[in-house]
């Protein structure tokens, strides 16, 4: 099966040592099956030390922290002692794999890098588009024929793509459109053939969608709120966004801003349009952009993000909070999905 990943892929290297922001610290790591059992049955008093840093069996497997939240078996240099005293079968497979994803489609399987690493979302927001995807070696799964609405979504896919990196229209417009754009094509589910020329004429014309107020910054803001928090960080942008809940619907930013803006919007439609639209939720990924960027882009704001390294942090801090949490991620989808709602109503009635 063929293997493709972002061109960008190849630069990654975890910083180790150098992260200001290491993976291994403030997190809940789980263990898989293997690793656990590896760990459980290692001799010695190797394995005497090795189980000591992790839950026992028969619980919710995963790495203990210390006392200040780190990995116990994180040094001073913020290295694996694991790694360092037993090899790479003591690293768990999120530990290898961290921050790598993998989507499996029929013929295809998507690898990419998540926005929460500090070093990722460097290279997210600055590689230059346009966005492409490389061969990376072949996967040993077999591949099957594609489906038909698999290759229609491709096809969405990379008009979305160019859309969103095109900078002839402000990136708050590329964004209506782009919401429009979901309610467009859910309601179009039934005839998946028609859907490339409906996204070619919808993206070419303005959103039929309200125009957003104040009460929708304060909205957006809220539903961040509301979700559970995991760094004091991240709660104290969140409050200093809330003195001005305009600053999430700023009608535009600086050419680099927007350029990054939208490199991550591409990594969030990159990530998550097929697997849910192959589920048939082809609203929610086209929506999630719009609400995520308008947080990220406020909160650049409000922290006084000048320098490209603090919009990292602000992008990263956002997919720590709310992309990797599983239970935050849908529950913001959910609102960013009630949030457009509002705004298509009149759509919605066509
Ligand atoms: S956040 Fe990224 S660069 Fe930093 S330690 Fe984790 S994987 Fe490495």
Known sequence: ?????PAYYGAFTCLADRCRDNCCIGWEIGIDPDTAAFYDSFPGETGDWLRSGITPPGTDRCFLPDAGGRCRFLNEKNLCTAY??????????????????????????????????????????????????????????????PDPFLTVLRTVRKMVFRFLEDPALPLAERLRRLTGLGWTLQHHLADPAG??????????????????????????????????????????????????????LSPSAGPEEEAELSRIGVYLIYRYF?????????????????????????????????????????????????????????????????????????????
């Open 1 to 5: 099966m063929k293997h493709l990943a």
């Open 84 to 145: 360092l005293r037993v090899g790479e079968q003591a690293m768990a497979e999120i530990c290898r794999e961290h921050p790598r994803f993998h989507n499996w489609y029929a013929d295809v399987l998507e690898t990419g890098l998540g926005l929460c690493c500090e070093e990722t979302a460097r290279l997210i927001l600055t590689t230059p588009g346009p966005f492409t995807l490389t061969g990376l070696p072949d996967c040993p799964d077999e591949a099957e024929e």
């Open 195 to 248: 859907l490339p020329a409906l996204c070619r004429e919808t993206l070419a014309k303005p959103a039929a969608l309200s125009p957003l107020t104040e009460a929708d910054g304060r909205e957006l803001l809220t539903a961040a709120r509301e979700l559970e928090r995991l760094s004091d960080e991240w709660e104290a942008l969140l409050t200093l966004g809330e003195s001005t809940p305009s600053a999430f």
């Open 274 to 350: 097929l697997p849910l639209a192959l589920d048939g939720d082809l609203c929610s990924p086209l929506c999630f952009p719009e609400a995520a960027l308008r947080l990220i882009r406020g909160l650049w704001q409000r922290g006084g993000a000048v320098q490209p390294t603090e919009r990292q942090r602000i992008a990263q801090l956002f997919s720590k909070e709310i992309e990797y949490s599983e239970e935050n991620r849908e529950e913001f989808c959910q609102a960013a999905l009630s949030w457009c709602a509002r705004q298509s109503r009149p759509h919605q009635e066509v």
